[in-house]
DNA sequence: TCTGGGGTCCTAGGACCC
DNA sequence: TCTGGGGTCCTAGGACCC
């Protein structure tokens, strides 16, 4: 199968609609103001060269790039854009598409010659959208995922069996998907530093440290094996969340009421989109500078506005008075509709 | 340097039941 | 008096992804 991401897809649509920004440094993030607590979505090339990338808190890559254009973010028009990008993916002969974010996708299909497959496909990304695109191709989901870093920008690689180890075998294990910063911490604490040390490792070794899951799952992440099947089933979201970062601390219990009720209220509009009762709540508290708490609640299955809000209040309850809240979240679970998908390979959304 | 917003899944531990 | 073994459900929190 075939894994397809778009390069610097945000900066890369931005730049589409102002040419006069082509090989500047261009910065994507929050309301565009460096001086907000916000960080980059996304960032060109040229702004990657110089040390910026996405995640960094804006005021510091403003800081580090000072001549560096720095632009609002605009989902509509990222999702305009992957929504084409995406139409065009399916459009493709034989191919089966399974969405995993707005700028990245993998596509499942027979051909004798995926490197031909590939450079169609980018071409008609190309011709449809002028956005460009970086393929993977592999014998599972995470070779190919893995095999498309190595084709950017606007270039194929491919990964299997044969020549996994080679390629990636000396590489730390940070670099495959599913495994961060905690765990590959963990795992070199183990003596485990390379993927090809943790290919080598006996699943069931791994087992106390990361449970019955997770153990086997990381020894299996790092021979590259795992399922080969592109599922195009719809994904159906488990939930819904928003999220507030105050640009000044709350410090009232009337402000923090006031989030709370605007929280619930934006939550329920995406929620009653979905038309599915809400069976659960969570809300997440970040008190100044950064510690995090959450309280969850199952509730009954309601689709009362009014209850919900009392819900979200009664866990509003738990938040601790005089102590300054810099983050508010609140997330509604949902019932599941029976024949949703549920699996190992969840599609996210997000960018 | 000071840390967004939207998702998903897994694990531990306690409560409760038989 | 001191205590089994198995199961489910729930909350809190950790980790990961884009």
């Not at 690689?157 to 961060?180: H, I, Q, S, Y």
């Not at 006996?202 to 990361?210: A, N």
Request: charged letters at 25%.
């Amino acid at each position: 199968m075939l894994h397809v991401d778009l390069d610097q897809f945000i900066a890369a649509v931005e730049v589409l609609r102002r040419p006069e920004l082509a090989g500047r440094p261009v910065i994507v993030g929050g309301h565009g103001d460096p001086n907000e607590r916000a960080v980059v979505s996304t960032a060109s090339y040229e702004a990657r060269a110089l040390g910026v990338g996405s995640g960094m808190p804006l005021r510091i890559a403003a800081r580090k790039v000072p001549e560096a254009v720095i632009l609002p973010v605009d989902h509509e028009a990222y999702m305009e854009a992957s929504d084409a990008v995406m139409a065009t993916l399916r459009s493709q002969p034989g191919a089966t598409v399974q969405v995993l974010g707005w700028d990245e996708a993998f596509v499942g299909v027979e051909t004798e010659d995926p490197e031909a497959y590939a450079r169609s496909l980018q071409a008609a990304v190309l011709a449809r959208t002028r956005l460009h695109c970086s393929v993977g191709i592999g014998d599972t989901l995470v070779r190919a995922k893995n095999a498309t870093d190595f084709g950017k920008p606007a270039g194929i690689f491919r990964l299997t069996k044969e020549n996994w180890l080679d390629v990636m075998g000396e590489r730390p294990t940070k670099e495959l998907w599913g495994v961060g910063n905690r765990i590959s911490a963990r795992l070199a604490a183990l003596g485990i530093t390379t993927v090809s040390g943790l290919a080598a490792a006996d699943p069931l070794s791994l087992v106390p440290e990361f449970g019955p899951k997770m153990g086997p799952w990381y020894a299996q992440l790092g021979r590259g094996d795992g399922t080969a099947v592109v599922d195009d089933t719809p994904w159906t979201a488990r939930g819904h969340s928003r999220e507030t970062t105050f640009q000044q601390d709350l410090t009232e219990a009337s402000q923090v009421d006031d989030a709370v009720r605007q929280l619930t209220a934006q939550v329920l509009e995406d929620v009653a989109a979905e038309g599915r009762p809400v069976t659960g709540l969570t809300l997440k508290v970040r008190y100044a500078p950064f510690v995090t708490k959450t309280h969850a609640k199952k509730i009954p299955e309601t689709s009362d506005p009014e209850i919900v809000l009392a819900r979200a209040l009664d866990l509003a309850a738990a938040i601790e008075p005089d102590r300054p809240v810099r983050l508010l979240g609140l997330r509604a679970e949902m019932a599941m509709p029976d024949d949703a998908r549920k699996g190992h390979t969840p599609t996210r959304s997000g960018w």
